[in-house]
């Protein structure tokens, strides 16, 4: 069966390759979830391809109205409108004669302007649960015998939530549930794919955002299919930027690829330690040090107090630093954005600053330690050599939940700095502990770290 791609980023990843020419499919969800921006959105990308869509709207809403809207949205060409992209009304229709008036409406139009997407935007359902179970199985018969007829695939928007257009009513080819949650002081996104026929999907909900460039899907990475390859620890060894750490370990550092914790309570020296590692790159070995919580410039300067070269290195280029987890970023997302850096930036050290950016989100206690599992094995399958630092309490607050006593089985190499209140801590002084170090053995189980010489 012919494929027509959605070409909006992440959906046809969840559809393995698209929607099925011919098919009918629902969007379903309350209002302001999206459901329009989308139509529009694969509407207008796919004008660019010189595809054409007819778009009928059973709102009182003008088409104006909406084009106003969508004039602030990036894929919007307002030259394609009435070129590639017709815009119908058949609220009168369904006001007059019903179901019967629109199919006999769409019949017309799509003889006229011969689309390879119809979009039907705004079937209510508090209205098609007035009618009969017949009229709404006879006028969805109708819509997919018109559409399969000239190879036009077809969306479905509606308020609804499977009641009035259930898959066993309507025999549609796929139903697409949106939602909107909202979590603490954040708030996310989900679409589930809750019927798709012909062809396997990536099960699950997956989170969306929705800015200025559209709809922007982040499929589930836990859920994504396992790219067959060498993920394996590398054979050479990374400096962790930190002399007597790596004078205590066997072989000069870590292992090229490994995935290291830094576990500590606030102070105790996490992050100078991710500085330090992040300050190690190179042109040839490009950092990447993502924050969730400190602001880049505040790193800058914090590593130049402690005598580490993290603005020589952001100045030339070999380190990046970025924020993580800011406004309503969903774990998937940061997940994807993450991973996008990484490719896109060739980075080969990567610095994570609190886990529990990553724990704040509405998944985390569901699914967040299987991601995390799946987003270190995509790392070490990009020859990434991570650090990723953990704040228990912080991560407790997060997650609603204790750091798992198997988290630590995700990483390599596991280092804790002792739990010493600051009260009882010289102030330049921290103990590490060497707790696990994949591929290698340590001379030592603890070793000091003095904050300003390192």
Request: charged share 20%; aromatic share 6%; with cysteine.
């Amino acid at each position: 069966m012919k494929r027509l791609a959605t070409l909006v980023e992440g959906l046809d990843e969840i559809l393995n390759g698209g929607l099925f020419e011919g098919g009918v499919y629902i969007f379903e969800g309350p209002p302001g979830v999206g459901k329009t921006t989308l139509a529009n959105q694969i509407a207008y990308t796919l004008a660019r391809r010189e595809v054409r869509t007819l778009y009928v709207t059973m709102l009182a809403e003008s088409h104006s109205r909406m084009l106003q809207h969508m004039e602030q949205q990036i894929f919007f060409d307002r030259h394609e409108v009435s070129a590639k992209v017709f815009y119908v009304s058949g609220y009168r229709e369904l006001e007059q004669d019903g179901l019967k008036g629109v199919v006999s409406l769409l019949r017309g139009e799509l003889m006229r302007h011969r689309p390879s997407l119809l979009v039907i935007d705004g079937m209510v359902v508090n209205n098609l649960e007035a009618m009969t179970n017949d009229s709404v199985r006879q006028f969805v018969h109708e819509l997919q015998s018109l559409v399969s007829a000239l190879s036009c695939t077809c969306l479905l928007l509606t308020s609804g939530h499977g009641n009035a257009l259930s898959a066993e009513q309507t025999m549609v080819d796929g139903i697409f549930a949106f939602e909107d949650h909202g979590f603490h002081w954040r708030a996310e996104r989900r679409m589930q794919v809750r019927k798709f026929r012909g062809s396997q999907i990536i099960r699950g909900q997956h989170t969306f955002c929705i800015s200025t460039q559209g709809l922007q899907f982040f499929p589930r990475l836990e859920s994504l299919p396992l790219i067959v390859t060498d993920a394996r620890l590398g054979m050479t060894t990374l400096s962790s930027g930190i002399p007597s750490l790596d004078h205590v370990l066997k072989k000069g550092g870590v292992l090229s690829g490994s995935a290291s914790a830094v576990i500590g309570f606030p102070g105790s020296g996490k992050t100078t330690m991710g500085l330090a590692f992040a300050a190690a790159c190179d042109s040839e070995s490009p950092g990447l040090l993502l924050s969730c919580t400190e602001l880049g410039a505040d790193l800058r300067r914090f590593g130049a107090e402690v005598g580490l070269g993290v603005d020589a290195a952001v100045t030339a280029g070999a380190l990046t630093i970025k924020n993580l987890g800011h406004e309503d970023e969903s774990m998937d997302e940061m997940g994807h954005k993450m991973l996008r850096l990484v490719d896109e930036l060739k980075i080969r050290r990567l610095v994570v600053d609190g886990l529990a950016g990553l724990a704040e989100t509405l998944a985390f206690p569901e699914r967040g330690y299987r991601f995390l599992g799946r987003l270190l094995h995509e790392l070490r399958r990009r020859g990434v050599t991570s650090l990723f630092t953990v704040d228990p309490e912080a991560l407790a607050v997060a997650a609603g939940t204790p750091l798992a006593d198997g988290v630590s089985g995700w990483f390599d190499n596991v280092f804790i700095f002792e739990a010493d209140t600051a009260l009882h801590r010289q102030v330049d002084r921290r103990v590490l502990t060497v707790a696990k170090v994949r591929g290698g053995a340590v001379s030592q189980s603890t070793v000091d770290i003095f904050l300003s010489g390192v």
